[in-house]
């Protein structure tokens, strides 16, 4: 399980953003605290992807320069 969040990280990410504006449309009477909630862990979320990222480029970046 953790090689397929690794590898489709920024795809469950982009799954979770998109249901959070479906959340209002399920539950009209959510409260907006929970949603400000939900958006400030996916901004978290957002951020430790992109880091993991970032690093699988550098690596792949790295990898490439000491094999020249």
Known sequence: MP????AHGVRIYSVLAALVPA???AWPK???EA???ASAGL???GVATASH???KTYKARHAKITSD
């Open 3 to 6: 090689n397929f969040i690794s």
């Open 23 to 25: 959340l209002v449309l």
């Open 30 to 32: 959510i409260p907006w």
């Open 35 to 37: 949603l400000v909630a």
């Open 43 to 45: 901004l978290g979320a």
């Open 53 to 55: 990222e970032d690093a």
